[in-house]
């Protein structure tokens, strides 16, 4: 089974980036499901209606979230009728939504699971034990995906280690600057610390650079927007997955960006 994981959507340029390289990733590697980060896909905060439908219309299969999964409060309208968008399975009992999806692939499944940091993060409960709680709950299922969406490589590298031949991947999101640490671990599980993003190439983590300039300048309060026009990136990884038992057995980086063609990592 092969999976492509596209790194967090920021904006309306994020979206075009989908629109333009999606069937081209498609073409290029042939996967069999698709996943990615949508919590930026709303001028760089939150998710609509429009923008999931939109998104799962172009081939995405399954749509993930993460600290900003509230900031658009029409949310709370369709969240709970959309078992194909997946917020973090850390929340506290009782918030709107799912913590994972299973995703028909032929006559097999992918289940996507997600999960947020605490470090430097919004209060939530601890994704290392929600991790088991979930594990224990999907017992049978083998392809499993985990988007870890946390702010600090250290949390990511322990989650990779505690769920190490557990799930068939942990992949980071969050960042938006994709790392290049990409392994298999011993027990057969794929690990990237982050995927990177899909939005602006000449901004700051897909914010406009002038605005981010001016934050970091003067120190005084600079309300931040997505960088709207220019040139657009998009970071993906791919994951090919045993059939048989879900293990692991290739992953590599994938970016397009306006300066470069189609690249591997």
């Keep these: 089974m092969r999976v492509l994981m596209i790194g967090d959507i920021v904006g309306s340029l994020g979206r075009t980036a989908i629109q333009t390289h999606l069937d081209r990733l498609r073409r290029a590697y042939k996967p069999d499901v698709t996943v990615a980060n949508g919590e930026n896909a709303a001028g760089g905060r939150g998710i609509t209606r429009d ?56 006559k097999e499944s992918l289940t996507v699971i997600n999960l947020m ?21 999907l017992s049978g299922k083998t392809h499993i995906v985990v988007d870890f969406h946390a702010e600090t490589t250290s949390e990511k590298q322990a989650m990779g280690w505690y769920l190490d031949g557990r799930v068939s991947a942990v992949i980071g999101t969050h960042t938006h600057v994709q790392t290049a640490d990409e392994r298999i671990l011993p027990g057969g599980t794929a690990y990237l610390s982050d995927v990177g993003m899909t939005g602006a190439y000449d901004g700051v983590l897909g914010m406009s650079r002038h605005l981010v300039l001016k934050k970091f300048l003067t120190q005084l309060p600079v309300r931040l927007e997505v960088e709207k026009t220019g040139r657009m990136q998009v970071n993906a990884v791919i994951i090919d997955l045993d059939r048989t038992n879900g293990k692991a057995h290739n992953i590599r980086r994938v970016r397009i960006d306006d300066d470069q063609p189609l690249l591997d990592g």
């Design 51 to 106: 923008i999931v439908r939109s998104l799962l219309k172009q081939g995405i299969d399954c749509i993930t979230l993460g600290n900003h999964a509230w900031d658009r409060r029409e949310i709370f309208d369709f969240i709970d009728g959309e078992p194909r968008l997946v917020r973090p399975a850390n929340y506290p009992e009782g918030t709107p939504g799912q913590g994972y999806a299973v995703i028909p692939v032929g």
């Design 117 to 137: 940091g605490r470090t430097f993060m919004p209060p939530v409960e601890c994704p290392f034990r929600t991790a088991d709680a979930l594990l224990a709950k």
